[in-house]
């Protein structure tokens, strides 16, 4: 390993080599968060076709709770992936009221 900076006439080669694996998660997470949010929008048509409300208390707690726990199995900031989960169930809450009207 080198201590030069990277730049375009110098690449770093390991730099790269993380960038790249980075570049790959971030796409898989993107496809990911596509095929939740193609579930959720289903849930969301059954919930307003029954008449369900958008929002599930209970069910959030639930899933937040496993999330922070894996979170730790995975050596991962529990704060962190609460506050992404978070982030997420309030989107797919506004989907499903949007889906009610």
């Known amino acids: 390993m080198t201590d030069m900076?990277?730049?375009p006439d110098t690449p770093d080669p390991?730099?790269?080599g993380f960038r790249q694996s980075i570049d790959n998660i971030d796409a898989a997470?993107?496809?990911?968060?596509?095929?939740?949010f193609k579930v959720t929008k289903a849930v969301g048509a059954h919930k307003a076709a029954t008449r369900?409300?958008?929002a599930d208390p209970v069910r959030e707690t639930a899933q937040i709770e496993r999330l922070?726990?894996?979170a730790k199995t995975a050596n991962l900031d529990p704060d962190f992936s609460e506050a992404f989960l978070r982030f997420v169930i309030n989107e797919v809450i506004r989907h499903h009221e949007r889906s009610r009207r």
């Open 5 to 7: 900076p990277d730049t």
């Open 14 to 16: 390991t730099l790269a």
């Open 29 to 36: 997470l993107v496809f990911l968060l596509a095929e939740r």
């Open 52 to 54: 369900l409300p958008p």
């Open 68 to 70: 922070r726990a894996l």
